[in-house]
């Protein structure tokens, strides 16, 4: 159901990256990747970074599953290729 929500939203950017915190907080990593998949890119990448981090606050960063997708778009925006599928591939 909160896929089929999603896919159909117009939501900003800075909101979805909100959202990744949130549904996180809910046990959701998988939806939290597959919004990642879908909508971050070299483009967007600074923008979800930072919201993510004021979202969740600088000193809760380095446990569980809020590590696990902020480590996710730090590789996103170190790669060459800036998207998740290939941040993915190679570990």
Request: charged share 35%; with cysteine.
């Amino acid at each position: 159901m909160v896929l089929e929500l999603y896919k159909k939203t117009t939501l900003p950017n800075k909101v979805l990256a909100d959202c990744l915190v949130t549904l996180l907080w809910k046990n959701r990593k998988e939806i939290s990747k597959y919004i990642i998949k879908d909508r971050v890119n070299k483009e967007n990448i600074d923008e979800y970074i930072n919201e993510f981090v004021d979202y969740v606050g600088k000193n809760n960063l380095d446990s569980g599953y809020t590590k696990e997708i902020y480590d996710l778009l730090l590789n996103i925006k170190e790669s060459k290729w800036g998207k998740y599928e290939i941040c993915k591939s190679n570990g």
